[in-house]
Nanobody
Framework: QVQLVESGGGLVQPGGSLRLSCAASGFTFSSAVMSWYRQAPGKERELVAT???????NYADSMKGRFTISRDNAKNTVYLQMNSLKPEDTAVYYCNALRVLPTREYWGQGTQVTVSS
């Protein structure tokens, strides 16, 4: 059974930091492109960051310079380090795995990040 389990969300003040983790199982993690998405209340889901099997990364412009995606293939885990958090970063953050050949896509259940005060 494929599982993506996010953790590390919570309440943080503006300017603070959080590190999200996504633990993967049930597929070949090292062969998958991993991404973080987020969805704020009343908003569309948006891509936050992506990391390839080779470790190259891409970020949405609003997150560039503040967020860092990384992966540890030995631990089957992808991370999202979130710094300088803003209230507009408040959202549910979802882990996504994409295997191209054959195509498979998996989603975690999400973890809530709230930036307030």
């Amino acid at each position: 059974q494929v599982q993506l389990v996010e953790s590390g969300g919570g309440l943080v003040q503006p300017g603070g930091s959080l590190r999200l983790s996504c633990a993967a199982s049930g597929f070949t993690f090292s062969s998958a492109v991993m991404s973080w998405y987020r969805q704020a209340p009343g908003k569309e889901r948006e891509l936050v960051a992506t990391i390839s099997t080779g470790g190259s990364t891409n970020y949405a412009d609003s997150m560039k310079g503040r967020f860092t995606i990384s992966r540890d293939n030995a631990k089957n885990t992808v991370y999202l380090q979130m710094n300088s958090l803003k209230p507009e970063d408040t959202a549910v953050y979802y882990c996504n795995a994409l295997r191209v050949l054959p195509t498979r896509e998996y989603w975690g259940q999400g973890t809530q990040v709230t930036v307030s005060s």
